[in-house]
C-alpha cells in the first residue's frame, strides 16, 4: 500500500477500533472532540482542526473552489462545504475530494479515486474545475506510521511535496494552501520552499491537535501564481528596468 493510500483512517463506520491497544481505545472513546464529532455529525475529529484553523485565519469564503486531498473520511470536507456553500448545492462553490480509499458519499460533494502523483488523477481533478482555479488547497495527509520519528518525519515532507506541486497546479493567484506536516529536521528547508511559493506561512497547531502529536499545520496564503518568487523578481526587474530606461530618455 502505498503511503497516500495509507493516509490515517478517521471514520468512525470504519472498523476505527480494529487493531489498536485497549489504552488508545480508553483514549479515543474519552476524547470530547470525538465525542463533540458525533454530535455534530463529522466523520471523524480532524472536523475540529480546521474549523479552528478558519477560525483564526479567516481561510474560507463563500462560493470558494477547493480541493480536499487525502480526503478520506470526509471530515475536511464537511467543513469545506458548510463553510463554502457547497452542502445546500445551490451554491458556485465547489469542493473536490482526493483519496485513493474509497469514501461514502457526501451530497453535492466531488470525488476522486486517485493518485495525485499521476498524471491521470490530476486530469480528472481539471475536469471537475471545468475551467476555474481553485482558492483552497488543503491536506491533510499523513504516512503509514513505522515507528520511526525520522523515517515517518521524512514520509511526511515527501507526502506534503506532493501536495505542493497539485496545489501550484490548481491554485488561482492570492489562494491558500492548508497542510499538515510531521517535525523534524526537513520542515525549515520545506516552508523555504513554500516561500517560493506563497506570500506569508504561519504554523499551527490548533488545539484540537493533540499535544504530544507530532503534526503541525502550514497555513500559506497570497499564492504567487505558476512561477513563483522567481516571477515576480523577474517582473519586478523588468519594471525596473523600463522606468529606468524612461528616466533615462
Not at 451554491?91 to 461514502?104: H, K
Request: proline share 3%.
Amino acid at each position: 500500500m502505498s503511503l497516500f493510500a495509507s493516509a490515517i483512517r478517521r471514520s468512525f463506520g470504519h472498523k476505527p477500533y480494529k487493531g489498536h491497544s485497549s489504552q488508545w481505545i480508553q483514549r479515543h472513546t474519552t476524547d470530547p472532540y470525538v465525542q463533540r464529532a458525533q454530535q455534530d455529525m463529522y466523520r471523524s475529529r480532524a472536523a475540529y482542526k480546521l474549523k479552528q484553523m478558519d477560525q483564526q485565519y479567516s481561510i474560507f469564503t463563500k462560493k470558494s473552489v477547493v480541493i480536499d486531498i487525502g480526503c478520506f473520511a470526509g471530515s475536511w470536507s464537511q467543513v469545506a462545504m458548510a463553510k463554502t456553500g457547497a452542502a445546500t448545492g445551490k451554491s458556485n462553490a465547489l469542493v473536490i475530494g482526493v483519496d485513493l480509499v474509497e469514501m461514502d458519499p457526501l451530497d453535492h460533494h466531488h470525488f476522486v479515486r486517485g493518485d495525485i502523483r499521476e498524471v491521470g488523477t490530476l486530469r480528472k481533478i481539471d475536469e471537475l474545475l471545468r475551467g476555474r482555479k481553485a482558492s483552497i488547497v488543503l491536506s491533510d495527509m499523513a504516512p503509514r506510521m513505522t515507528g520511526s520519528r525520522i523515517d515517518d518525519h521524512i514520509a511526511s515532507v515527501d507526502l506534503s511535496k506532493a501536495a505542493l506541486r497539485c496545489a501550484t497546479n490548481f491554485l488561482q493567484e492570492g489562494g491558500w494552501f492548508v497542510l499538515k506536516v510531521f517535525q523534524g529536521g526537513m520542515l525549515d528547508r520545506f516552508k523555504a520552499e513554500l516561500t517560493e511559493h506563497f506570500g506569508k506561512i504561519r504554523t499551527s497547531k490548533p488545539k484540537a491537535s493533540r499535544p504530544e502529536s507530532v503534526e503541525v499545520y502550514l497555513v500559506c496564503s497570497d499564492f504567487l501564481g505558476p512561477g513563483g518568487a522567481g516571477a515576480v523578481r523577474a517582473a519586478g526587474a523588468v519594471g525596473a528596468a523600463t522606468r529606468t530606461k524612461q528616466d533615462l530618455g
